[in-house]
């Protein structure tokens, strides 16, 4: 499909320009070439156009998913009735579940293994609506299941239409070798997995996680450090749970986002907005653990931070690869208007994994990533909630989703 033009009474661009009530969308080799009012002129047609009659739908963006943890070995369904009768994390972890438990499934799965189950999410990520992804690793800790986790996302990228990027997330958890000496544990990051991600490209961005039990502030700042000195973009768990001012540090060491944010201080709002990094939000992680609060997305948006909302697709707190789910949250949990929660989940997020040139808006020289909702305006896809309202998605300029199910050439 060289030739693409989408027609449709409702187009959300997620630019400045906001909506197109009635208008089309010329794709040309994978790239928005242009749009506006009314029927596409004439001189966009030839013969291999192909026609997508969107009228009565609503187009937005591709989505952007830019928190998830998508490769990772088994699952925990076994900890719900625990987390139900609320059993104390740290209990669920001394009778061998919790991340520990994940990470002892990865490091046992092969690549093809983890392959076969993070196609499957990624899959359901573009039947609703999702076609672009960050993926941290993080559940293999250990040299070996690090590499091959991160290998197993590269070589996904190559082969499934959603666009990965990588994350480097060794500072996850402590892994049970280095119980009681995170100092090694850190040294042999930053000395043999770090300087190895970053000359194999393994990964572009790292992330640490920043809290309490984890890595403290000064443990993570200096990998954050070693991280930005070996070329990696910074992210961070930041102020999730306990406050230690895990905002302010992403914003002194100039991380692209900081994610979760629940206990964040006015001031580490402050310094984010003024140090430019995207606050990335994860009200489904909220819902999950039945936190009974979400992170106070509405005061940093009247700050002026930059908010993206994403999954934070995991095997322990947020076990869901459907961002239509979390627009639920967003929307009826945070408060947050239509309007609002889809920048969060397009050009926001795009800038929470430094792609904002290339995707999050429906504008000239974009790629072509658009999603088809059966919905006649924006307002309807949050009213209506609770179900796939995915008709289409194109992506790169193909058509990869059609009546809500995967297209012939992307189905494996
Ligand atoms: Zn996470």
């Known amino acids: ?15 400045e320009g906001a909506e197109i009530l009635d208008g089309y969308i010329h794709v040309i080799d994978g790239r928005i070439e ?7 002129p004439v001189r966009c047609f030839n013969k291999e156009t192909r026609y997508v009659d969107a009228r009565g739908k609503t187009v937005t963006p591709g989505l952007i998913d830019a928190h998830t943890h998508l490769v990772h070995g088994g699952s925990r369904e076994n ?29 046992k799965s092969t690549k093809e293994e983890l392959k076969t189950k993070a196609r499957k999410s990624l899959d359901q990520m573009l039947i609703h609506g999702t076609t672009t992804i960050e993926a941290k690793s ?27 990027i990588n994350t480097y997330l060794g500072a996850h958890a402590i892994p049970k070798e280095y119980k009681d000496n ?19 490209h393994l990964a572009e961005f790292m992330d640490v996680f920043c809290e309490e039990g984890v890595f403290s502030p000064q443990q993570s700042r200096v990998l954050m450090e070693a991280g930005k000195s070996l070329g990696f973009k910074l ?22 986002s900081a994610d979760h944010l629940l206990a964040a201080s006015e001031e580490g709002m402050e310094a984010m907005r003024k140090a430019d990094v995207t606050a990335v939000l994860l009200p489904g992680t909220s819902f999950y653990l039945m936190l009974g609060k979400y992170a ?43 309007e609002e929660i889809i920048r969060c989940m397009t050009i926001n997020a795009a800038y929470a994994i430094d792609r904002s040139q290339e995707i999050g808006s ?15 305006n924006l307002e309807y896809i949050f009213y209506h909630f609770g179900i796939n309202q995915v008709d289409k998605v194109i992506k790169d300029g193909k058509l990869v989703v059609e009546n809500g199910k995967l297209t012939e050439g992307v189905r494996v």
């Open 1 to 15: 499909m060289k030739n693409v033009i989408v027609r449709s009474n409702c187009i959300v661009t997620c630019n």
């Open 34 to 40: 242009e749009l506006g009012k009314g029927d596409a």
């Open 79 to 107: 900890e719900l009735a625990l987390k139900l009768k609320g059993t104390p994390y740290l209990e669920i972890l001394k009778k061998g579940g919790g991340i520990l438990s994940t990470v002892e499934s990865t490091r």
């Open 138 to 164: 993080g559940y293999g800790l250990d040299f070996e299941t690090e590499v091959k986790c991160l290998k197993t996302a590269l070589e996904l990228n190559e082969e499934h239409p959603v666009d990965i």
């Open 182 to 200: 995170i100092e090694n544990y850190m040294i042999f990051m930053t000395d043999e997995v770090m300087p190895y991600v970053s000359e194999n």
């Open 235 to 256: 992210k961070i768990h930041a102020d999730e749970i306990v406050p230690l001012n895990g905002a302010e540090l992403a914003s002194e060491m100039q991380a692209v």
């Open 296 to 338: 106070d997305a509405r005061k940093m948006m009247d700050k002026g931070v930059r908010v993206a909302i994403a999954t934070d697709y995991n095997p322990g707190s947020c076990p869901t690869e459907n961002l239509q789910e979390i627009m639920t949250y967003a929307c009826f949990g945070m408060r947050l208007l239509p």
């Open 362 to 376: 429906i504008e000239h020289g974009k790629k072509a990533d658009l999603v088809v909702f059966d919905a006649p």
